[in-house]
T-cell receptor, first 114, second 113 residues
């Protein structure tokens, strides 16, 4: 399988639940990203990992917790979310941080918090 | 405050005509600009880019123009085809991209037959 794969595609969770989003890439890329797309808002960068090390945390609330066990996998652990966290969460990867045009995005996880 | 702005949420163009999508930015440190295209239920895919040292980049039916003094860029699609109907995102990066890409809200382009 090639490209960036995100699971699940859709997720509905209660505010007291704990869930995780998964992202996997088979492109040999070294940088991975989490973006959030809310309705009528730009894609917002949440986290950046380069060679498994977190390099950016864009003031994201602690109820979102990323994990990057290796360069091919990226997780976003969710707990005690709020309804306003409902959004499309997109994972992307690139060869490295300077590879601006090489972002490959996954299809996203549509998250609904009830 | 949005650093990358796409002020037109949607644009409708007749098939065969030219589509012009606009994007403005506020951060003078941005030195690389990109356009991504997104179909429903899919992630954005890279379309075309331009470095700040250029004012035009062309790839087939797609041309991106950059006006640095106005902090404005535009994407021209000619001729427009039904398959071009999608959401187009403008994105920018600064300083080699270490901070990731900054995106606009997107413009939904609808090509009418």
């Amino acid at each position: 399988e090639t490209g960036v794969t995100q699971t699940p595609r859709h997720l509905v969770m209660g505010m007291t639940n704990k869930k995780s989003l998964k992202c996997e890439q088979h492109l040999g890329h070294n940088a991975m990203y989490w973006y959030k797309q809310s309705a009528k808002k730009p894609l917002e960068l949440m986290f950046v990992y380069n060679f498994k090390e977190q390099t950016e945390n864009n003031s994201v609330p602690s109820r979102f917790s990323p994990e990057c066990p290796n360069s091919s996998h990226l997780f976003l652990h969710l707990h005690t979310l709020q309804p306003e966290d409902s959004a499309l969460y997109l994972c992307a990867s690139s060869q490295d941080l300077t590879d601006n045009y090489g972002y490959t995005f996954g299809s996203g996880t549509r998250l609904t918090v009830v | 405050d949005q650093q990358v702005k796409q002020n037109s949420p949607s644009l409708s163009v007749q098939e065969g005509r030219i589509s012009i999508l606009n994007c403005d930015y506020t951060n003078s440190m941005f030195d690389y600009f990109l356009w991504y295209k997104k179909y429903p239920a899919e992630g954005p895919t890279f379309l075309i880019s331009i470095s700040s040292i250029k004012d035009k980049n062309e790839d087939g039916r797609f041309t991106v123009f950059l006006n640095k003094s106005a902090k404005h860029l535009s994407l021209h699609i000619v001729p427009s085809q039904p398959g071009d109907s999608a959401v187009y995102f403008c994105a920018a990066s600064a300083g080699g991209g270490a901070d990731g890409l900054t995106f606009g809200k997107g413009t939904h382009l609808i090509i009418q037959p």
